[in-house]
């Protein structure tokens, strides 16, 4: 768990400093929930305070303060004494096909962030034929025309078929079991509509690298993007 800080008195998240601005300021607000820096049935900050604490925009900020109302963390008051609270009672997470520790979200997340950034840049690195490409482009499409009852399958499949650029076997097998857990994770947190437009521009760019030749911008890619995901999952699950 990272590093806590006093702000004027008060016990705040640290701000904001990397990639996936969205999913970690949804981390941020869960923890101060969860740690109760945001006391259950109290008011947050003012919007522009908080958003300054945790270093982001407004923008961001609003979007991630409606998706944790939408999911029943944070409740919305109007009138003079108005403003956006801390539900009484937090949500509990959907029924568990994992183990319940840290540890068992942990250790998927770890083994997640070593093979799928190692098929990304193989999948860069191999001499890709028009079938290879126009698979990966398919995938990619599924994922574009998907609702949200069909999101996460096929962004699973976007993944393994990333992984099965790589032309090793063990490898997609590796990367389809990762999956799997992670998908079983997933469908204990609520779907956000911003994380899977966020999540959907990162596989158009990790396509991309991927298509160019390019094996470090894959890499890349892939790496960052699974720290968004990552971050939800921490968040709401640990």
């Known amino acids: 768990m990272e590093q806590l ?50 270093g982001v925009s407004r923008a961001t900020l609003r979007d991630a303060l409606a998706e944790l109302q939408a999911a029943g963390y944070l409740q919305s008051r109007r009138g003079r004494y108005g403003g956006t609270f801390a539900a009484p009672v937090l949500p509990e997470p959907a029924v568990q096909t994992l183990g ?16 799928e950034p190692a098929a990304a840049r193989l999948a860069a690195q191999a001499t890709l034929t028009p079938a290879a490409r126009s698979h990966l482009l398919a995938a990619l499409a599924e994922v574009d025309e998907a609702n949200t009852d069909t999101f996460r399958p096929k962004d699973a499949r976007f993944h393994i078929a990333v992984a099965e650029l790589s032309g090793s076997p063990r490898l997609v097998a590796a990367v389809a079991d990762v999956r799997a857990q992670t998908s079983d994770l997933l469908d204990r947190i609520p779907l956000l509509q911003r994380n899977l437009d966020h999540s959907q521009a990162q596989h158009r760019e990790l396509a991309g690298a991927i298509l160019k030749g390019d ?18 999952l921490r968040g709401f699950l640990t």
């Open 5 to 54: 800080q006093f702000e004027s008195g008060v016990l705040a998240p640290p701000p904001v400093r990397r990639g996936n601005a969205f999913e970690e300021t949804i981390q941020r607000l869960l923890q101060g929930l969860k740690l109760g820096i945001y006391a259950a049935g109290t008011r947050l900050p003012p919007e522009r305070e908080l958003a300054a604490q945790l």
């Open 100 to 115: 319940s520790g840290t540890e068992d979200v942990e250790d998927v997340l770890l083994f997640r962030s070593i093979v």
């Open 215 to 232: 094996a470090d911008a894959a890499e890349a890619a892939a790496a960052v993007h699974l720290e968004g995901t990552a971050r939800l």
